[in-house]
């Protein structure tokens, strides 16, 4: 199994991205899909996740500003960011709770990271 994540780059504060990953690979089933963000020093944070029946939950920082959807014929998980800070400035993993087709056991797996920079 594995996620492909895209979309970061460096934007100016209050500007937008939109973030995706395609979960691919041996897959019976894919249901949680989210995302988390880090930064050096830090650990791993929340940003938002969704469920196979698309139940949101967003961390308090990103509510209001971000928005998570999913394409479940594409096993695909987006985030749109808008009105971007540059406390957003982090590296972001997305996630996804899958049953692997090849053993039919469930496990989480992480993408790749993909950097987002937000200028001042």
């Known amino acids: 199994v594995q996620l492909q994540a895209s979309g970061g780059g460096l934007v100016q504060a209050g500007g937008s991205l939109r973030l995706s990953c395609t979960a691919s690979g041996s897959l019976f089933s894919v249901h949680d899909m989210g995302w988390y963000r880090q930064t050096p020093g830090k650990e791993r944070e929340l940003v938002a996740e969704?469920?196979?029946?698309?139940?949101?939950t967003y961390a308090d920082s990103v509510k209001g500003r971000f928005t998570i959807s999913r394409d479940n014929a594409k096993n695909t998980v987006f985030l749109q960011m808008n009105s971007l800070k540059p406390e957003d400035t982090a590296v972001y993993y997305c996630?996804?709770?899958?049953?692997?087709?090849?053993?039919?056991?469930?496990?989480?797996?992480w993408g790749q990271g993909t950097l987002v920079t937000v200028s001042s």
């Open positions: 969704i469920t196979l029946d698309a139940i949101t």
């Open positions: 996630t996804a709770g899958v049953v692997n087709k090849a053993t039919m056991r469930y496990g989480g797996y």
